[in-house]
């Protein structure tokens, strides 16, 4: 990781950087969780937080939930934040384009205000949550592995696509009904803003790797 990331991280500093409503993917042996928080608005001084279990559909078509109220001042030590036995997905981070900026051509300020932003938060990281919830949510409403793909005629036309972005396209295509309910799948649990939610909590969690979350 990234000299500058380890300073935040270990300082502790990236936990100032904590803004809601925000999300992050975590798991234990059995179970993986998104947890997600958002300012209540009839709580003021306490964050809205919901453990999502990916492996358990509520009737809703969402996965299954439990709802706390957290104290905003335990932020990063309450328990229904900081779960106990469970590791964080790790940050993947996306190297800076050096290019970009030299001594006799600095970097122009909209590029550079862009790669900062995606510094904390990139776009890798972001597939890799995409992905994470995808595979949950495809595991939970199809009962054979998904099989859009033998279906490989749109590849002719669209060849950098990966899988899991064909396998969404089939289902808005072929599954209106499923399309919704995963609409409201990223809607809750793909939180974020310009830091990741794993790398704010990465301080008070074990991480892993994200392809040990499967």
């Known amino acids: 990781m990234n000299l500058a990331i380890v300073y935040l991280v270990r300082t502790g500093v990236i936990k100032k950087l904590f803004r809601p409503p925000q999300s992050f993917f975590v798991k234990n042996r059995n179970q993986r969780f998104v947890v997600s928080i958002e300012e209540e608005p009839n709580h003021p001084d306490s964050y809205h937080v919901v453990h999502w279990n990916l492996s358990v559909l509520a009737d ?8 706390y109220f957290v104290p905003k001042t335990k932020l990063f030590s309450s328990n229904h934040i900081v779960l106990s036995r469970f590791s964080l997905l790790s940050y993947e981070e996306q190297p800076l384009d050096t290019n970009q900026n030299n001594h ?3 970097m122009k300020a909209d590029v550079f205000e862009a790669s900062i932003k995606n510094y904390l938060n990139s776009e890798h990281h972001q597939r890799i949550r995409t992905l994470l919830l995808w595979c949950s949510f495809t ?3 199809f009962n054979k592995p998904f099989a859009a793909w033998e279906n490989i005629d749109i590849l002719d036309h669209a060849p950098n696509w990966r899988r899991d972005e064909y396998e ?4 808005y295509q ?3 009904e499923k399309w919704d309910i995963w609409c409201r799948w990223k809607e809750h649990m793909l939180l974020t803003g310009q830091v990741a939610g794993e790398l704010i909590f990465m301080p008070v969690y074990q991480t892993i790797r994200w392809d040990d979350m499967f």
């Open 60 to 67: 809703n078509g969402l996965p299954q939930q439990q709802c």
């Open 104 to 106: 006799t051509h600095p």
């Open 139 to 141: 595991n939970n409403f």
């Open 168 to 171: 969404r396209f089939v289902v």
């Open 174 to 176: 072929e599954h209106p």
